[in-house]
T-cell receptor
Framework: AQSVTQPDIHITVSEGASLELRCNYS??????LFWYVQSPGQGLQLLLK??????LVQGIKGFEAEFKRSQSSFNLRKPSVHWSDAAEYFC????????????FGRGTSLIVHP | DTEVTQTPKHLVMGMTNKKSLKCEQH?????MYWYKQKAKKPPELMFV???????INESVPSRFSPECPNSSLLNLHLHALQPEDSALYLC???????????????FGEGSRLTVL
C-alpha cells in the first residue's frame, strides 16, 4: 500500500520569499504523484502532477515540483510567494496500477507574512 | 466544462432531520467520490462509485446513504446524523478506463454540514 508523509504541519514565509514544501512517499513501483491546494472553505484544486518522464514538473500558479526517486520525494517549490498562496497543501500518491484512489498526506498549512 | 458542482454550500440540520447533498459533473468522468473533511485534516474517503456502481464503502455508518442516479450525478442522503458528523463534505470525480489517468481528482467546493 502507498503512503505519504508531509513532515511539516505549518510553514511560515514572508511574501516574496521562496518556498519549498516537503513530501515523501512510500510505494513499491513508480507512483503517480500530485500536489493539491485548498484555500479556506474551498475544495481541493490540483496544482500539478507527475506520471512519468521529466522529473521536474510545472504546475499552475507558478508552482513546480521535482520527483526524486532516490529520495522518494516530491517536493513543491515556488520562487516567490504571494499572500494569496496562503492555504493548505496536500501531497498525494496514486498507484500506477490497480487502485485508482489517491492517498493524501496530512497537509501543510502555509502562512504568508506581509 | 471542468467543474464539479455541489449543493447546497451550507446545510444546518437537526439530528432527526433527513437531508441530501448533491453533486454534478459533466466531464464524462465515470468515477465519483464522497469525502469527509474535518478542519485542518486531509479528506477521508467515504464512498466511490465507478460506472455508477458502488465500488468502495469505507465502513461508513448507515446514516450516510450514497446514490448515483446516472453518470453525472451523485447524492449523499443524510438521516439521524450526530453532531460529530459536522464537517465539509467533498465530492470529486475522475476519469476511468483505458488511457485514463489514475488518482487525478476534480473536486467540488464542498458542502459545509452542521448537525445540531
Amino acid at each position: 500500500a502507498q503512503s505519504v508523509t508531509q513532515p511539516d504541519i505549518h510553514i511560515t514565509v514572508s511574501e516574496g520569499a521562496s518556498l519549498e514544501l516537503r513530501c515523501n512517499y512510500s510505494y513499491g513501483a513508480t507512483p503517480y504523484l500530485f500536489w493539491y491546494v485548498q484555500s479556506p472553505g474551498q475544495g481541493l484544486q490540483l496544482l500539478l502532477k507527475y506520471f512519468s518522464g521529466d522529473t521536474l514538473v510545472q504546475g499552475i500558479k507558478g508552482f513546480e515540483a521535482e520527483f526524486k526517486r532516490s529520495q522518494s520525494s516530491f517536493n513543491l517549490r515556488k520562487p516567490s510567494v504571494h499572500w494569496s498562496d496562503a492555504a493548505e497543501y496536500f501531497c498525494a500518491v496514486g498507484a500506477s496500477g490497480g487502485s485508482y484512489i489517491p492517498t493524501f498526506g496530512r497537509g501543510t498549512s502555509l502562512i504568508v507574512h506581509p | 466544462d471542468t467543474e464539479v458542482t455541489q449543493t447546497p454550500k451550507h446545510l444546518v440540520m437537526g439530528m432527526t432531520n433527513k437531508k441530501s447533498l448533491k453533486c454534478e459533473q459533466h466531464m464524462g468522468h465515470r468515477a465519483m467520490y464522497w469525502y469527509k473533511q474535518k478542519a485542518k485534516k486531509p479528506p477521508e474517503l467515504m464512498f466511490v462509485y465507478s460506472y455508477e456502481k458502488l465500488s468502495i464503502n469505507e465502513s461508513v455508518p448507515s446514516r450516510f446513504s450514497p446514490e448515483c442516479p446516472n453518470s453525472s450525478l451523485l447524492n449523499l442522503h443524510l438521516h439521524a446524523l450526530q453532531p460529530e458528523d459536522s464537517a465539509l463534505y467533498l465530492c470529486a470525480s475522475s476519469p476511468l478506463g483505458r488511457g485514463a489517468t489514475t488518482g487525478e481528482l476534480f473536486f467540488g467546493e464542498g458542502s459545509r454540514l452542521t448537525v445540531l
